[in-house]
């Protein structure tokens, strides 16, 4: 899988937007765009993914750069539960078969009251 | 939702042990994993499976063994445990054949291994 660069943390406050960026200049057509996030003490969980066009779901917004070298998560009003490390990964999906994700290191998103 | 169970959140165990965690999902899932979780390493993906009784190298499978006898069970084997294998061990589970686009990964809460 080609190979992402995230800050390694960032700070925001409370209630406010928060602009998570990630840069993956290496990526492929086929790669899809992966974010998951890890809260104190559990396990990652998904949050959102996307190829081209950008996403939004209940939890963040991904929005994708049109080179598609760069992307970003968008947590539109963050909250002290958003506390957490996230996750930027791609995932190429043209060979099939399940073989799991590589997590890098991540970016770690302090949110201050 | 789903649901992955490991069996222990904490494990203390002596070097030269023969270790087993246990991983358990509802979802009928064709897809489980274990990673290795370290300080200033990230995760790092150990074995996974796609099916009962097959089973894949990840990127740091020495040392360790699976056993999948049951399509929502997961073992991860320390055959003969070593300091250096102190670490926080997640499981992880997902559906599908393809890693496609609407494949996502559940994962544990995690087993913290202590290897004395």
């Known amino acids: 899988d080609a190979k992402t660069t995230q800050p390694n943390s960032m700070e925001s406050n409370e209630e406010e937007p928060v602009h998570l960026p990630c840069n993956h200049s290496?990526?492929?057509?086929?790669?899809?765009i992966h974010w998951y996030r890890q809260l104190p003490s559990q396990g990652p969980e998904y949050v959102i993914h996307?190829?081209?066009s950008n996403v939004n779901n209940r939890m963040a917004s991904l929005a994708i750069a049109e080179d598609r070298k760069s992307s970003t998560l968008i947590l539109h009003r963050a909250t002290l539960r958003d506390a957490a490390v996230y996750y930027c990964?791609?995932?190429?999906?043209?060979?099939?078969?399940?073989?799991?994700?590589?997590f890098g290191k991540g970016t770690h998103l302090i949110i201050q009251p | 939702d789903v649901k992955v169970t490991q069996s222990s959140r904490y494990l203390v165990k002596r070097t030269g042990e023969k270790v087993f965690l246990e991983c358990v999902q509802d979802m009928d899932h064709e897809n489980m994993f274990w990673y290795r979780q370290d300080p200033g390493l990230g995760l790092r993906l150990i074995y996974f499976?796609?099916?009962?009784?097959?089973?894949e190298k990840g990127d740091i499978p020495e040392g360790y063994s699976v056993s999948r006898e049951k399509k929502e069970r997961f073992s991860l084997i320390l055959e003969s445990a070593s300091t250096n294998q102190t670490s926080m061990y997640l499981c992880?589970?997902?559906?599908?054949?393809?890693?496609?686009?609407?494949?996502?990964?559940?994962f544990g809460s995690g087993t913290q291994l202590s290897v004395l």
């Open positions: 990964i791609l995932r190429d999906t043209s060979g099939g078969g399940a073989d799991g994700l590589t």
């Open positions: 290496t990526i492929s057509g086929t790669d899809y």
């Open positions: 499976s796609y099916d009962v009784k097959m089973k």
């Open positions: 992880a589970s997902s559906t599908g054949s393809a890693w496609a686009t609407n494949e996502k990964l559940f």
């Open positions: 996307g190829l081209t």
